[in-house]
């Protein structure tokens, strides 16, 4: 359960964060926070399964956090999740690896 983890509404951005806008659609019978948690955990630390270096790291530390979910206008079922990055989660001075980490883990 992502949501649990990954979706923070009391979390304040900070100056160091990267911020990104996804539009979900989330499967039926899926809560929006959820989807957006989902988004947030796939395209930073988590993953679909547990990995033996789960515990080498610090979550807190390096996880994306949906912070925020509106409904967009006029689209059923269409929602827009906010994320915040942790800068220190990319590679610094690359900006291919911080377009592939969040693009391409969500939509590849």
């Not at 359960?1 to 100056?15: A, I, R």
């Not at 499967?27 to 270096?53: H, N």
Request: aromatic share 14%.
């Amino acid at each position: 359960d992502y949501k649990l983890t990954y979706y923070t509404p009391d979390y304040e951005t900070k100056d160091t964060d990267i911020l990104a806008a996804f539009r979900v659609t989330p499967q039926p019978g899926v809560p929006p926070e959820e989807a957006g948690a989902a988004v947030a955990a796939e395209s930073s630390t988590g993953t679909w399964t547990t990995v033996w270096t789960d515990g080498l790291t610090s979550l807190d530390r390096y996880k994306g956090r949906c912070y925020d979910i509106e409904p967009v206008a006029g689209e059923e079922n269409q929602y827009i999740a906010y994320v915040a990055y942790p800068l220190y989660l990319f590679e610094e001075g690359s900006v291919t690896n911080m377009v592939t980490s969040i693009v391409g883990n969500v939509f590849g």
